[in-house]
């Protein structure tokens, strides 16, 4: 019998960007995630009594300052892995709406110094007072060694995310390009081989997305978006370790540490695809879902 992934049921229905800027100065972060949260369900056309699961870093105060415990909240706040987990609970049984909700203002104040995010405390860093910037222009080097990248590549990607911000009008560099791979690699060095315009900025703001259940988006403001897969997968802690990327982990496990990120492209892939119901938890190869079945 072949039937459709449990993820086919549980669509988006809602979704929100607040206004985004270099800095919000009348915001904090639970302010601004609120805004988002809201506008989210405005969209959808749905009331926060309706919301009985919450998702995000600040999914302990939305649930308290928009009134909606006792409810489910997780406090994951990355993107992807925070929306499969709401689908997950829809497609369980354990909640009926869920707010995926993120914001970030009022952090990052001392501009004189690197955003704190990218000064965490550990061994690898606080001894040679590295920062962000420095780790990955170690890992670029790395990559560039091993596999013969060159800047120039690794520039025209940076020039494509910020001509892509460049023709956003909601985004926070609006209007500041085009930008071509010379004009990044002759803006200021700030660590071998990356210069000034490789490296993101900071920015705050808010979004918010609602995933409910199919028979409840039925009729609702916005035509639902049904998610098809999705997938995840780390290996440790980030901004700790060196760039090791043959490194592997559990027997058996035979994708290494720089090729992080294949086993969810493959669960993505995979769950995308009407399998048998006994398929659901599929095992991966080194090059994830055979391509026939990606073909099918």
Not at 102 to 124: C, K, L, M, Q, V
Not at 160 to 172: K, M, Q, S, T, Y
Not at 267 to 276: K, M, N, R, V
Request: charged content about 15%; some cysteine; glycine content about 12%.
């Amino acid at each position: 019998m072949t039937v459709a992934h449990p993820f086919r049921d549980t669509p988006i229905v809602g979704v929100a960007n607040t206004v985004q800027a270099r800095s919000l100065p009348h915001h904090d972060s639970v302010s601004i995630a609120i805004e988002g949260a809201l506008g989210a369900l405005e969209d959808a056309g749905l009331e926060t009594g309706e919301v009985d699961g919450v998702i995000g870093e600040r999914a302990g105060e939305l649930a308290y300052e928009l009134r909606l415990g006792p409810c489910r909240r997780s406090m994951n706040a990355l993107g992807i892995p925070a929306v499969l987990e709401a689908a997950a609970l829809i497609a369980t049984g354990q909640c009926r709406v869920v707010l995926v909700v993120g914001g970030s203002a009022g952090i990052y104040t001392d501009r004189a110094s690197t955003a704190p995010w990218t000064r965490p405390t550990n061994e690898f860093v606080v001894g040679y007072g590295m920062f962000t910037a420095v780790e990955f222009a170690l890992m670029a080097r790395r990559h560039m060694t091993t596999f013969g990248t060159t800047p120039e590549q690794m520039a025209a990607v940076a020039a494509v995310i910020r001509n892509n911000g460049h023709i956003n009008p909601e985004a926070v560099y609006v209007g500041r390009g085009p930008f071509t791979p010379a004009d990044i690699l002759a803006s200021r060095p700030i660590a071998e081989p990356f210069h000034l315009l490789d490296c993101s900025t900071t920015s705050e703001g808010g979004c918010g997305l609602v995933l409910t259940t199919a028979d409840r988006a039925a009729g609702l403001k916005q035509p639902a978006a049904w998610i098809l897969g999705g997938g995840s997968d780390a290996y440790g802690p980030s901004y700790q370790h060196g760039p090791l990327w043959d490194f592997t982990g559990r027997p058996g496990q035979d994708v290494p540490a720089g090729y992080v990120g294949r086993t969810a492209a493959a669960a993505a892939f995979a769950t995308a695809i009407d399998t048998p119901r006994v398929a659901f938890a599929p095992s991966f190869d080194l090059f994830g879902v055979p391509s026939s079945s990606i073909i099918n």
